[in-house]
């Protein structure tokens, strides 16, 4: 994959020489810009998406309006072909999730994160263990416990989604306890939280914006996060316990940790002006007290990266995601 | 009572000027989106939804949600006038709606359907408000096994329950069965039948087939015949709207039982497609006038319209309560409370009153506004058939393919749409009925992944199916319908030889 950022250098160089003067002057948008999620209304990336399109009307952000447009299909695949094939054309960026990574390697698509052009890091979605508040597993370690009792195969963990994010830390957990969990997907992180609360699984591992309702109204009850360290938000949010209490799963004996990337990119053969402004917009979202609140209300970890940096976590990310997926035997036939 | 004081007092916030200004122009919006198929309730909400972020969040949860009303009275529309659903829900609604408008009713059809969705709305409402508390807890129950059972039910109402030659009606279905296959597999998470070609990623969207099949393929027949629109000399004054209103109250038990049906799918939260289908196969058995059904029977539309509109209006209350969204559009709203700092579930109806009991309110006043402004238009929607088709059936080529382009911006989706118009024109001509085939792509897929999660959970065992009374009961619910006409056969005969 080398010799396409190769290309896609030489190329920015080129178009940057061609329009030396117009570059004087930088780069702005001229025509609406298409924001694409790979991914349904209503879920956590569209979610971000129209809350930033939101922050950028509200505050006058860009001249040209940004107009969010959903491409689900295939598991994201027609989000990501559609960015692919619009080589070039600087009025389009997509948001992505994990299926950034387990899209292509699950279903064999031709697409790889390479034939974007990485524009920056907006935030990073945690995991947290979640069980029914009425279940009488208190610690990771009674969990742990009854999973390990339970028949195999008949702790079943309810997730958003095949072959991606939640089923590859349910194969994570799995591994690092040495249990056999029933996973079943379902289409929506939502629809998830209430099949806990209603008993039809037995654990899940929703964001904490998709389950914190839930926690709130003392229905489900969180055990840990798939995070390094602690969440930083410290405001109470059920019993006195805020998300700063709820500690890692590693800290607990549960060895596995995961964070999703919630990022931009555009198609490839983009200008560096083009992309430095779309940082610059998104620099500006950040500081906004509405994109706070919303990444308060979700507890979402806020690294920001851009550039080489980005490039790089990126790409650590896809080798491990492939590690994930080939170990847990996700990886498309072909 | 402090439910009523709340009640009221979401009335004095949802009848504030400005309040009342966004609802007019959000039904007027609404109407418009549902008119054009393709578009959609949800992709409506959608785009307009980052202009509300500047307004308080009542005011902007009036707005949409009118948006949402507007959309469920537009969808009725095209479905009657020229046999083009617009919205899942407003399929069942063609089947007598367009008979009707074809020998010169339009008004009545319009009127019917209009009529029957306020009906439908406000029961709802009604229920919304006093029983909210109670009937959020029923949700919970719901696994896949209970929803594969409801889609079963589904299913069944309607197989069992049609005239149709038996192989044309299963070979119709399993046409569908296929096509909803097309794409990904949610449980394996694998592509499926897509050949390697991109554009099938997304699979065969419902709205494209529907806007083929019927519209186009209505189009083609239409051609054939002649060149000219059946029911051209409809009536068009407002007359005709009271006409049709001293006609209804005969058909009282009718929309009770579409009411009842219809909040219990909304709530459970299977939707209102499944809701909509089982109204209308359930009012087909049980009407005295059941074999005039698909004929241009009235009672045709009222059932159908009035369970689309009480299931619409009910799924707003797993949202809210629970944060389950139980429609598309539910779920774009969804998205809203939550950019709007309202967290959606067990606390919202607790902490933020003023919010919830606005919202409520401003459903009545909405879904009233609504009826006013589509009734007077009746007799303008109706005479749109008396323009010539020469001018017409292009200008509905056009909107069918704007709609079919809108569902994902594809042009191949335009092309697709062609290629369903001439299948439904080929199925038509022998005699195959389309209705099953439809049924199947909306709930096909649905279908298969409730069924295929229920069995992950029970680890293969069919016996999840009858593993507890609520899912044993719609399951046996739907074997009854399925079998009906063997029952009843059996049962006459049985009598027979007795006596």
Redesign the interface.
């Known amino acids: 994959m080398k010799p396409l950022v190769l290309n896609v250098a030489v190329a920015a160089i080129a178009m940057s020489c061609i329009s030396s003067t117009a570059s004087r002057a930088a780069w702005e948008p001229v025509r609406p810009v298409e924001f694409i999620v790979p991914a349904?209304?209503?879920g956590g990336a569209?979610?971000m998406a129209?809350?930033i399109?939101?922050?950028v009307?509200?505050h006058n952000l860009m001249k040209q309006p940004l107009v969010?447009?959903?491409?689900?299909?295939?598991?994201g695949?027609?989000g990501f072909?559609d960015v692919k094939t619009s080589s070039g054309n600087p009025h389009k960026i997509i948001i992505t999730l994990s299926n950034l990574f387990t899209t292509p390697l699950?279903?064999?698509?031709p697409f790889n994160w390479k034939d974007l052009t990485p524009v920056a890091m907006l935030a990073l979605d945690e995991f947290v263990l979640w069980v029914n508040a009425e279940k009488p597993y208190a610690t990771v370690k009674d969990y742990v416990d009854a999973a390990k009792k339970a028949p195999s195969?008949?702790f079943?963990m309810g997730g958003t989604?095949?072959?991606?994010e939640d089923?590859i830390i349910t194969v994570g957990i799995e591994k690092a306890i040495d249990a056999k969990f029933?996973?079943?997907?379902?289409?929506?992180g939502?629809?998830v939280?209430?099949?806990l609360?209603?008993n039809?699984?037995d654990s899940t591992v929703n964001n904490p914006?998709e389950a914190?309702?839930?926690w709130?109204?003392?229905?489900l009850r969180p055990l840990c996060v798939f995070d390094a360290q602690p969440m930083a938000y410290d405001e109470p949010i059920a019993d006195g316990k805020a998300w700063k209490d709820i500690p890692t799963c590693k800290s607990q004996g549960l060895a596995m940790e995961y964070l999703m990337l919630r990022g931009v990119f555009m198609p490839p053969k983009v200008t560096k002006d083009q992309t430095e402004y779309y940082v610059e917009l998104f620099k500006k979202v950040r500081a906004t007290p509405?994109w706070q609140?919303?990444m308060k209300?979700g507890a979402f970890n806020t690294t920001f990266l851009t550039g080489a940096d980005y490039a790089k976590w990126v790409e650590a990310e896809e080798k491990r995601h492939e590690g994930l997926m080939k170990e847990a035997g996700?990886l498309?036939s072909n | 009572m402090e439910e009523l004081a709340n009640l009221f007092h979401g009335f004095a916030v949802a009848l504030q000027p400005y309040n009342i200004m966004l609802m007019i122009i959000g039904i007027t919006l609404g109407v418009i989106i549902g008119v054009l198929p393709g578009l959609g309730g949800a992709n409506g909400v959608a785009i307009l939804l980052p202009l509300t972020f500047s307004m308080p969040p009542t005011s902007a949860i009036i707005m949409l949600s009118c948006i949402y009303w507007g959309a469920l009275f537009g969808g009725a529309i095209t479905s009657i006038l020229f046999n083009i659903p617009g919205e899942p829900w407003s399929v069942a609604t063609t089947f007598d709606g367009y008979p009707m408008a074809q020998q010169g009713k339009p008004g009545e059809a319009l009127t019917a359907a209009f009529t029957s969705s306020f009906v439908g709305a406000l029961f709802a409402v009604i229920m919304i408000t006093l029983v909210a508390p109670l009937v959020a807890g029923f949700a919970l129950r719901f696994g896949p096994a209970e929803k594969f059972a409801v889609y079963f039910l589904a299913f069944c109402s309607f197989v069992g329950l049609s005239k149709e030659p038996p192989f044309k009606t299963i070979a119709a279905m399993m046409m569908g069965f296929a096509l909803a296959a097309v794409g990904l597999d949610s449980i394996t998470g694998q592509l499926r039948l897509t050949f390697g070609v991109t554009e099938l990623l997304n699979g065969f969207d419902f709205l494209i087939a529907v806007i083929g099949l019927f519209g186009i393929g209505e189009i083609l027949l239409t051609m054939e015949e002649g060149l000219a629109f059946r029911g051209g000399n409809a009536s068009i004054n407002l007359r005709v709207v009271l006409q049709t209103w001293r006609e209804l109250p005969a058909y009282w038990m009718t929309s009770l039982r579409s009411c009842l049906i219809g909040c219990w799918m909304g709530v459970t939260p299977a939707g209102a497609t499944p809701a909509s289908f089982m109204s209308y196969g359930i009012a087909k058995r049980l009407s005295r006038r059941g074999n005039n059904f698909g004929k241009g029977e009235i009672e045709g539309v009222i059932a159908p319209e009035t369970a689309a509109h009480a299931a619409g209006t009910s799924a707003l209350l797993p949202m809210l309560s629970l944060g389950v969204p139980g429609s598309p559009t539910a779920a774009v709203l969804l998205g809203g409370l939550l950019i709007w700092g309202l967290q959606p579930g067990p606390m919202l109806f607790v902490e933020q009153k003023e919010f919830v009991w606005g919202l409520i309110a401003s459903m009545y006043l909405g879904n009233l506004a609504g009826l006013i402004v589509v009734l007077t238009c009746v007799p303008i929607f109706a005479a749109i058939l008396r323009v010539p088709f020469g001018i017409i059936a292009p200008l509905i080529l056009v909107l069918c393919a704007i709609g079919a382009y809108s569902v994902h911006n594809s042009t191949f989706d335009v092309m697709l749409m062609l290629v369903f118009g001439v299948l439904g024109y080929l199925l038509k001509k022998c005699n195959y009925p389309l209705a099953p085939l439809v049924l199947a792509i909306v709930l096909g897929d649905k279908a298969e992944e409730a069924f295929r999660q229920s069995l992950l959970g029970s680890q293969g065992s069919l016996g999840i199916f009858f593993s507890n009374g609520l899912v044993s009961t719609i399951m046996a619910l739907g074997l009854v319908a399925l079998f009906w006409s063997a029952i009843q056969e059996g049962y006459s005969r049985l009598r027979t030889s007795m006596a």
């Open positions: 349904g209304t209503g569209d979610q129209r809350t399109q939101g922050i009307t509200k969010v447009i959903n491409k689900a299909g295939g598991a695949g027609e072909l699950a279903t064999g698509i195969g008949s079943k989604g095949s072959k991606q089923q029933t996973y079943i997907p379902y289409k929506g939502g629809e939280a209430v099949q609360v209603g039809h699984v914006i914190v309702a839930q709130r109204g003392g229905k509405e609140d919303f209300s996700f498309a």
